[in-house]
């Protein structure tokens, strides 16, 4: 007679966040998918940077291939509000792998201080905008000198 060691079953454990995470990944296939289609437009957001110094605040925006005339710029009650659109060039034949992104965006930004409205300057140079906002007097930091009694 031969023996044999019994080796139980192993069964994988799923517990209700595995079930979770794999309905997650269903639905980002599914909306991954339904964005590609043609004809359906995107919304991207451009990377953007922020700076601020004691006399402006300074906001960069990587908007490669578009021109000057796509941008909308507007301030309104302490927000900076960028909007633009990067539009598709009609390209002949059949395309198989798009990465580059097009369509419409808008960003909004809050301002740390107040500006002054009539001294903003904005320049788009080598796929760059580059937006100046110069800060108020008042927003400006003041060198207080103490004094001796």
Known sequence: MKLIRYNPIQREVWTPIDQLNSLRDLFDSAFALASSAPGVRREWLPP????????KITVLIDSAGMKKEDFDISLEKGSLTIAGERKQEKQD????RTERSFGSFRRTIALPSPVVADQISANYRDGTLTIELPK??????????????
Not at 48 to 55: A, C, F, T
Not at 136 to 149: D, R
């Open 48 to 55: 953007m940077d922020v700076m601020e110094d004691e006399q």
């Open 93 to 96: 034949g059949e395309s198989f």
């Open 136 to 149: 108020a007097e008042e927003a400006k930091p003041k060198k207080i000198e103490v004094g001796i009694l």
